[in-house]
């Protein structure tokens, strides 16, 4: 069964400091995403990766994948507050829209 | 280019009863994916509908059911609520099911069930 991992899951921040969000999973997959949640709102796309060594980036946020190692990572540059929210990674295959979400990572930056 | 759409946004029930849950695609979109978020158990997979069929359905009980019609909006149906049933449900769309098509979310209908 396909199971994904996300770590941390919460995670405080100073407000310039860098960090990463690491997202396993279990079997292979043709398709990676990042969401961002804010409280009480819905899954905002970030990034789509599709291929191995796939780079994307917007702003502070840059994803990668690694589907060898089955690894996604969201890199997190000089955080700033508005950066604040859940962060979800989330795998699927083509053809099959059954989305598996990672349990998300709740982050904070703190002034 | 108008997102999807879910109606109602909120709603309160009391158990035992039924609920029923709108969502019109992204104009152009034939596939509509259902998913449950709640605190305990996260964001988990219901079903999908194409082409008013339903491709892939996710492990929850006959409960909950769902489908689509010619003009891809769907609906889901939840009957004889039960407290853990309380949650936001969201509806995503995509072109279609295979390929690079991405799915983009709704706002949700908050569930209460009291």
């Known amino acids: 069964e396909l199971k994904v991992e996300q770590n941390p899951l919460f995670l405080s921040m100073q407000e310039g400091k860098n960090y990463t969000i690491y997202c396993n999973y279990s079997?292979?997959?043709?398709?990676l995403y990042w969401y961002r949640q804010d409280p009480g709102k819905s899954l905002e796309s970030l990034f789509v990766?599709?291929?191995?060594?796939a780079v994307k980036q917007e702003g502070r946020l840059m994803a990668s994948l690694d589907t060898k190692a089955r690894l996604s990572t969201l890199h997190i540059t000089a955080a700033v507050h508005d950066l604040s929210a859940t962060y979800f990674c989330?795998?699927?295959?083509?053809?099959?829209?059954?989305?598996?979400f990672g349990a998300g990572t709740r982050l904070t930056v703190k002034p | 280019k108008a997102g999807v759409t879910q109606t109602p946004r909120y709603l309160i029930k009391t158990r035992g009863q039924q609920v029923t849950l709108s969502c019109s695609p992204i104009?152009?979109?034939?596939?509509v994916s259902w998913y449950q978020q709640t605190p305990g158990q996260g964001l988990q997979f219901l079903f999908e509908?194409?082409?008013?069929?339903?491709?892939n359905k996710g492990n929850f009980p006959g409960r909950f059911s769902g489908r689509q019609f010619s003009n891809s909006r769907s609906e889901m149906n939840v009957s004889t609520l039960e407290l853990g049933d309380s949650a936001l449900y969201l509806c995503?769309?995509?072109?279609?099911?295979?390929?690079?098509?991405?799915?983009?979310f709704g706002p949700g209908t908050r569930l209460t069930v009291l």
């Open positions: 995503a769309s995509s072109l279609a099911p295979s390929g690079y098509n991405e799915q983009f």
């Open positions: 079997t292979t997959s043709d398709r």
């Open positions: 990766l599709l291929s191995n060594g």
């Open positions: 989330a795998v699927d295959k083509y053809n099959n829209n059954d989305m598996r």
């Open positions: 104009s152009g979109h034939r596939s």
């Open positions: 509908y194409f082409s008013e069929t339903q491709r």
